[in-house]
């Protein structure tokens, strides 16, 4: 789908990923806001130590990094009007703070490449498009299904803009075996959020409201694949 891999939000217990598409969405929108002397090159995130790397509290998605300090790649290219050093501290700043208030990535280091010196600014970054219309809020009844009840859940959390994913399956319901213990349900939604919004903010807040939506309190993992 194009999603890139999905990174961990948060820690261990937060239960929450984001696509790196959209998290890169983020980040090269503030640096054309915040650093405008600076093209964007390529950006990548990883995890800084795999080997110290968490486990998650709940089943994570297919491709999903396990939780742990992740490093920032990025190449950048810039004009030669101010000195190079104090435009990478800059776009470090930039990159950093956005990854962390923004977004709610655990970001431990920023490695930053010149790629390329320009003779001219870059063009100035377009005004972003306004989000789309949320989905209506449709009131849900007694005989409306599991999926339906974590869907109203899920669509009035503040922030939330849509469900994403298969267009039949945002929201998966699943048994997970209990070991000695009885089995118990896990559920995942896949969800994109409002750039207004930390989007780890709002996936704890989404991750509860499912919580009390299902009578057997399932664990829950949460998907952000977009940022509008």
């Known amino acids: 789908m194009g999603l890139g ?3 961990p939000l948060g820690g ?6 984001i696509a790196e598409r959209a998290a890169e969405s983020v980040l090269r929108h503030t640096v054309a806001r915040e650093v405008p002397d600076v093209r964007l090159d390529g950006l990548r995130i990883a995890l800084a130590d795999p080997d110290r790397a968490g486990e998650p509290a709940v089943p ?3 491709s999903a990094l396990p939780p742990g300090a992740l490093r920032l790649t990025a190449e950048f290219a810039a004009t030669a009007a101010q000195p190079l050093p104090a435009t990478a501290s800059r776009l470090r700043t930039a990159l950093a703070d956005a990854a962390a208030e923004r977004i709610g990535l655990s970001v431990a280091e920023v490695d930053l490449r010149v790629a390329e010196l320009l003779e001219e600014e870059p063009s100035p970054v377009p005004p972003a ?3 789309p219309e949320p989905t209506p809020r449709a009131a ?3 005989g409306d299904s599991e999926a339906d009840r974590v869907r109203e859940a899920v669509l009035a959390v503040p922030g939330v803009t849509r469900l994403t994913g298969a267009p039949d399956r945002p929201v998966r319901l699943t ?3 209990g070991g000695a213990a009885l089995p ?3 559920a995942r939604v896949d969800l994109a959020v409002h750039r207004d919004h930390r989007a780890l903010d709002v996936a704890r807040a989404v991750r509860a409201a499912v919580s009390r ?3 057997d309190r399932p664990t829950v993992a949460v998907l952000v694949t977009e940022v509008d």
């Open 5 to 7: 891999r999905f990174l």
């Open 12 to 17: 261990p217990r937060d239960g929450a990923w």
């Open 60 to 62: 994570p998605p297919p």
């Open 129 to 131: 498009a306004p989000p």
């Open 140 to 142: 849900v009844g007694p």
């Open 175 to 177: 048994e997970r075996p």
């Open 184 to 186: 118990h349900r896990h």
């Open 213 to 215: 939506a299902l009578p």
